[in-house]
């Protein structure tokens, strides 16, 4: 539960102002409102000091799977003939995730208080994006939430699985390279040292890669503080660069340009757009305004303004292969399928095969670069130890010499 502090107005028009305990904005709203209160201002109450709860329910986050999971089984417990609210109930006790747990229960509250399912999801936009929200719109609009939920449910299905095949993928690289660089602190910070006195006590002639070894663990050990700082520091101001306009877009143009992995941003990209749009379309939602919540939900910039020009571009009278065909990041073959479809009039089957296809492509260049990148990072790393151990056996075999 979150303090928030309030200003409303009664029926009077005379001021009211106090705090109130609910575990959310919109559920504070709602309980000003059934005490008869024209609200004017509500905001969390900002707490002095270190608050252990505020911190745990940051953490505790509603992820990717919660919300397959949940709209999967909403789908088929509706499909079956139970009440929405009824149905939502069942899924509140059985979520582990208390926070989810609690805006399931609001949730429910909400539609037995008048509300429909889809104006109450979009009280929680970090949890439920535009997509979702506007499914599940169409969806009580044409009576057929249960087969909107079931295509939902496939879309955020495949979504996860590319996601989770990506990070898999992701872990062996990173997992190397952070041992790699563990290895060199190691080697810095404790081998180097006493190997230094021995040099130093010999007068040996040191090879170039010897002293900078040796210039680099004193600077380690002397002004290890600077290193961390400087470490730290560069990742929160890189991170808070990336947050920014100029930040965010030459990362979205970087990830379609990088060599290796350029190609399979871009399959990832339009896999997405395609099992997207032919969501919402399926689902009843006008192509202009599906375009819309596709270019925004993509997750990448150079593909939301290719959208945004397009929506203008159809807006205007012209068919959408046309704007799709002239922009590079949409390979040949999506103008080509949607064309088709649009002759056809079957866009929705159209943009599911592709996405299908594009799906697999991805599955395919992630095991392709998992494979390439064994044997790859094997030689990073054998280059690596290997220039380091010879740094510093090159020293110690000269003295072995001179001794002999």
Known sequence: MSEFVY?????????KTGEISAGTEAAAAEMLAEHRLILT???????????????LNR???????????????LGTMIKSGLPIVQALNILSEQTENKKFKQIIEEISGGIEGGGSFSSMLAKYPNVFDRVYVNMTKAGEASGRLDDTLERLAIQQEKAYGIVKKVRGAMLYPAFVMIALVGATILMLVVVIPPLKDIFEGANADLPFATQVLIKL???????????????IGLVVAGRQFLKTENGKSLLDRA??????????????????FTRTLASLVSGGVPILEALEIVGESIGNGVYERALRKAAKDVEGGVQLSQPIRSNPVFPPLVSQMISVGEQTGKMDEVLTKLADFYEEEVDNLVKNLTTLMEPL?????????????IAILMPIYNLGSVIN
């Open 377 to 389: 990072l094997m030689v990073v790393m054998g280059a690596a130890v290997g220039g380091l151990l």
């Open 255 to 272: 990830k379609l340009k990088v060599p290796i992995f350029g190609p399979l941003f871009q399959k990832i990209y339009v896999a997405r």
């Open 7 to 15: 200003k409303a107005r009664d029926a009077a028009g005379h001021l």
């Open 217 to 231: 663990s004193d600077a380690m050990l002397q002004f290890w503080y600077l290193f961390l700082l400087g470490g």
């Open 41 to 55: 201002k509500l905001e969390i109450k900002k707490e002095k000091g270190f608050d252990i709860s505020q911190l």
């Open 59 to 73: 953490l505790n986050r509603v992820t990717m799977k919660d919300r397959v999971i949940f709209t999967r089984q």
